[in-house]
């Protein structure tokens, strides 16, 4: 059995260019500069025309480089490729539009830039980890509203089912660099950006100790983002995350029996940081529906979500 210690974290966003580009040698600052520009440049041009059929041609001639040698330079920074920044770009006002305005979703495909009601259903139940009807029907069930008003029934919760029951494959700390109260998402995916339902996670009401179990042989993504404290469940499934902390080099589980232990620090988002798509209450929900003994007050929640969501 072996235990590999690591410290991640994320630059915070005040910082022009990470500190450590400048040490590669033999790269310029002023080319790192240069380069991180150009990012910003591409990425400002997909948030300002993301509904427009955009190509990579397009997109890198907003950064004013070749197609060729702009994905690559967006993909070093980013750690995703254009086109999948791009398409979460697109997903994230889906998901406003879906929650919060009476359009049908043959209206919210086309108006946030795809021409296939099949690719964007496909694309975006790939990301969200739902389909498009199935998030406008989690954002108006009155049970899942109902999870956010007892906080301390919730927290009570949480510690209940976050209690160390079997032997974790990646466990560690989590700590914040800001006064902080909410819900911390902890959780492990197959993509540097998450998307769909993780392979393993698990949620706290404050920093600390976290466990994550039941993770296969693989490479995969560690991803934590924290979510203020609030009553405003449309707000939640925005995931409108100011805090998170992403592993873009994946973490390799060779085999059975490897564990890792990863201490996290949540810091204030980069500008490189794509959005946050998965509905993460959602996961809160589900991971109680997983529980043959559902924590007291959220019966009903729970067996809603196994019975409409398929969880």
Same mark, same amino acid.
């Given at each position: ?70 994905? %690559? ?48 259903? *496909? %694309? ?8 498009? *009807? ?27 089912? &976050? ?5 974790? *494959? ?25 998307? &769909? ?20 042989? &693989? ?39 490897? %564990? ?44 809603? &979500? ?6």
């Amino acid at each position: 059995m072996s235990k590999v210690i690591t410290s991640l974290s994320i630059y915070d966003q005040s910082v022009e260019v990470p500190s450590h580009l400048f040490n590669s040698g033999s790269r310029k600052i002023g080319t790192e500069r240069s380069r991180h520009h150009a990012v910003r440049q591409a990425i400002a041009m997909m948030r300002s025309h993301f509904q427009n059929p955009l190509t990579l041609q397009e997109i890198a001639d907003s950064a004013q480089l070749s197609p060729f040698h702009f994905n %690559r330079v967006f993909r070093s920074i980013t750690g995703i490729p254009p086109s999948v920044y791009l398409a979460a770009l697109r997903i994230e006002q889906a998901k406003k539009l879906l929650m919060k305005t009476d359009l049908s979703v043959t209206c919210i495909c086309f108006d946030v830039g795809y021409n296939s009601l099949g690719t964007f259903t *496909t %694309r975006f139940t790939q990301f969200v980890g739902a389909t498009p *009807t199935q998030l406008r029907q989690i954002s108006q069930d009155k049970g899942l509203h109902s999870l956010l008003q007892d906080w301390e029934l919730l927290k009570d919760s949480l510690a209940l089912l &976050g209690q160390r029951l079997e032997k974790s *494959t990646i466990e560690g700390k989590i700590s914040v660099s800001q006064p902080f109260e909410g819900l911390i998402f902890i959780g492990v995916f197959t993509d540097p950006i998450p998307q &769909g339902p993780p392979v393993s996670c698990t949620v706290l009401t404050e920093p600390g100790d976290y466990y994550l179990t039941s993770i296969p042989e &693989g490479k995969y993504y560690l991803f934590a983002a924290a979510l203020p404290r609030t009553d405003d469940f449309i707000g939640m499934l925005e995931a409108r995350s100011s805090l998170r902390c992403t592993a873009q080099q994946p973490l390799s589980l060779q085999h059975e029996g490897t %564990r890792k232990s990863i201490d996290l620090v949540l810091k204030p988002m980069h500008w490189t940081d794509a959005p946050i798509l998965i509905a993460l209450p959602w996961l809160l929900i589900s991971r109680f529906a997983k529980f043959s003994q559902v924590p007291s007050g959220y019966q009903e929640v729970a067996a809603v &979500g196994k019975n409409s969501y398929g969880w």
